[in-house]
């Protein structure tokens, strides 16, 4: 099973900053196959990124990824207030399917 | 429009049984794979397994296999997650997703989460 470690673990940022959120995996991750999910309390998770850098319809242009392999990147270029959430990566190349444990994205 | 419309939430008792449902519509529902996500308070999230509705493939993962049932009726679009017997630890939400096929595509798609409460 791949293990995804995510960090840091929480970021606080003012609006209009650039976050960058870390994602690394045990192992190599098959064919770029890691997405980003943000989660807002009280919602379901939502589809960012997919295929490491794919935005998925309706993500603004703000948020992109990067990275291959067993480092990935999630960054949010100017922090917009309804961008304060949690942000989760997954992969799924591999069977479970795992997540990472999250990065809270907080007001400072 | 793709919709994912999961149950209501739940309270039980340790030991009783649970059947909690997701209905597709909105798109071909066998056509996708539907993945059922648990997260319990305040925590992250867990993959638990998924399933083919056209033909009920089901893949588990290793830290669910055996402690719950996902399964699918594709006459009424509807897959399920059930447990035989509760425990106190299965209290969390529970969310359903869609992907389009077991390996190399995201959950794009989710529903509403069911909440499931089990306490004495």
């Known amino acids: 099973e791949i293990v995804l470690t995510q960090s840091p673990g929480t970021l606080s940022l003012s609006p209009g900053e650039r976050a960058a959120l870390s994602c690394r995996a045990s192992?190599?991750?098959?064919?770029?196959?890691l997405a980003w999910y943000q989660q807002k309390p009280g919602q379901a998770p939502r589809l960012l990124i997919y295929?490491?850098?794919s935005r998925a319809t309706g993500i603004p242009d703000r948020f992109s990824g990067s990275g291959s392999g067993t480092d990935f990147t999630l960054t949010i270029s100017r922090l917009e207030p309804e961008d304060f959430a949690v942000y989760y990566c997954?992969?799924?190349?591999?069977?479970?399917?795992?997540f990472g444990g999250g990065t809270k994205v907080e007001i400072k | 429009e793709v919709q994912l419309v999961q149950s209501g939430a739940e309270v039980k008792k340790p030991g009783e049984s649970l059947k909690i449902s997701c209905k597709g519509s909105?798109?071909?529902?066998?056509?996708?794979?539907i993945g059922w996500v648990r997260q319990m308070p305040g925590k992250g999230l867990e993959w638990m397994g998924i399933?083919?509705?056209?033909?009920?493939?089901?893949r588990y993962s290793p830290s669910f296999q055996g402690q719950v049932t996902i399964s699918a009726d594709k006459s009424i679009s509807t897959a399920y997650l059930q447990w035989s017997s509760l425990k106190a630890s299965d209290t969390a939400m529970y969310y359903c997703?869609?992907?389009?096929?077991?390996?190399?595509?995201?959950?794009?798609?989710w529903g509403q989460g069911t909440l499931v409460t089990v306490s004495s």
């Open positions: 192992q190599s991750v098959s064919s770029s196959y």
């Open positions: 997703a869609r992907l389009y096929f077991w390996s190399g595509y995201p959950f794009d798609y």
């Open positions: 909105g798109y071909s529902f066998t056509t996708y794979w």
């Open positions: 295929g490491a850098s």
């Open positions: 399933i083919y509705p056209a033909d009920s493939d089901t």
């Open positions: 997954q992969q799924y190349g591999s069977s479970p399917h795992t």
